[in-house]
């Protein structure tokens, strides 16, 4: 017997729990009618394993054919089942959307400390994202200039010791708002630095002005021309004009900052980093037979509404599913796993601490939280305020 965590009802409000329907939705209806025909359609050009696996489990996803679990209410009596979930991470936004849920859950409550948190957003030009998209050891040397770049500007706001290091988690999304192919990097850095002085962590904390922002994009955009140069995936002419355009195509934005005590803030805009490639609920059926897809917001040309064939959708969801074994995000300076600091600085992230800062050298004893799982059933009482099996339910078995 496995009861309902009591954490649970600390973020629950008293709501109706309706399990979901797949088979009911236009995505799942066009990957069924549609799979078998794209796969011969693309037979002389198949794509990657990965691509089709991950196709064929989302038909299996929430399907009770395919197995669940039975939940039973000891105070009513009333049982109820639970399909098994594909746990995939391109096609089913729901399995999608709970990896997004948990990876902020577990950032803002066992991670991130009591410290201010910037979001910083690059954009490569067109010419340069096909190869971001298709080569991973490219992307991530793409990722270690643009963080060591923002770790630079950071010790040239502050008055920290030279020693000291940053903090931040990346996102690689791989998508626009219209799916589209749009890989580009979302990265939450800790607003300071951090330093060890007599055997205690600092905080050193930074003021960074557009100015400063402005100038990391420059030397971002230098240090990456270089990097396609070295490659041999640019040619000198071209990186001379990108280097001289005052809009080369890339893009950093720097604007949105979450103040140390917004923990709330700082959850919905990690589960911004790490959302889906696209949202089930914005697609519509058509009369005719075609998809309808509501983008969050217009393309370039004012065009707001997206009408796809079935065919279409599947291909457009084919270039989105990220490859397998790849980290979906990363650690850097101090909450990399090698890092000394690490277990020094999380532990501020467990227990609310008075902030230590440069001109204030007393601190308290924190007290230690051991991090938790987060279930399902914890998830959704967290996301959507409601109890999905009840204060008494517990799990009876499976099938």
Not at 110 to 129: A, C, D, E, N
Not at 131 to 144: E, G
Not at 218 to 227: A, C, D, G, M, S
Request: aromatic share 10%.
């Amino acid at each position: 017997m496995l009861a309902i965590d009591p954490i649970v009802a600390e973020y629950a409000q008293p709501s109706i729990y309706s399990r979901r329907q797949p088979e009911k939705t236009p995505l799942f209806q066009a990957v069924l009618g549609n799979l078998e025909s794209w796969l011969e359609e693309r037979w002389e050009d198949p794509p990657a394993q990965y691509v089709e696996r991950e196709f064929r489990n989302y038909l299996k996803c929430g399907i009770l054919a395919h197995g669940f679990a039975r939940a039973h209410c000891e105070q009513c009596g009333h049982d109820f089942l639970i399909a098994f979930s594909c746990k995939g991470r391109g096609v089913c936004s729901s399995c999608c959307s709970r990896r997004m849920a948990e990876i902020a859950a577990h950032l803002v409550d066992h991670v991130i400390p009591y410290f201010p948190v910037r979001q910083w957003v690059l954009s490569l030009p067109k010419r340069l994202r096909y190869y971001i998209h298709h080569n991973a050891k490219l992307c991530s040397k793409v990722l270690r200039i643009f963080m060591n770049e923002i770790n630079k500007q950071l010790h040239s706001c502050s008055d920290s010791p030279l020693d000291s290091q940053f903090g931040g988690v990346s996102f690689l999304q791989r998508f626009g708002s219209r799916l589209n192919v749009h890989p580009h990097y979302h990265s939450c850095v800790i607003e300071g630095l951090f330093s060890v002085q007599n055997e205690e962590v600092r905080f050193h904390e930074a003021v960074i002005t557009n100015t400063d922002i402005y100038a990391v994009e420059k030397r971002v955009r230098k240090r990456v021309i270089r990097l396609f140069c070295r490659h041999g995936l640019l040619l000198k002419e071209e990186a001379d004009n990108m280097l001289r355009w005052d809009h080369s195509g890339f893009s950093l934005d720097g604007s949105v900052l979450i103040e140390a005590d917004d923990r709330e803030g700082l959850e919905r805009l990690i589960r911004y980093c790490s959302r889906p490639p696209f949202s089930g609920s914005r697609l519509r059926t058509e009369a005719d037979g075609k998809l309808l897809y509501i983008p969050p917001k217009p393309g370039t040309r004012g065009k707001c509404l997206l009408s796809l064939t079935p065919m279409e959708l599947i291909e457009r969801v084919a270039q989105l599913i990220p490859p397998p074994r790849k980290h979906r995000h990363h650690y850097h300076g101090v909450f990399a796993p090698n890092s000394p600091l690490r277990r020094h600085v999380v532990r501020l992230a467990m227990s609310q601490p008075k902030i230590i800062r440069t001109d204030c050298p007393e601190t308290e004893e924190e007290e230690k939280r051991k991090p938790s799982s987060y279930t399902w059933a914890k998830l959704i009482a967290r996301i959507y305020e409601t109890l999905p099996l009840g204060a008494h339910s517990h799990f009876v078995g499976s099938s």
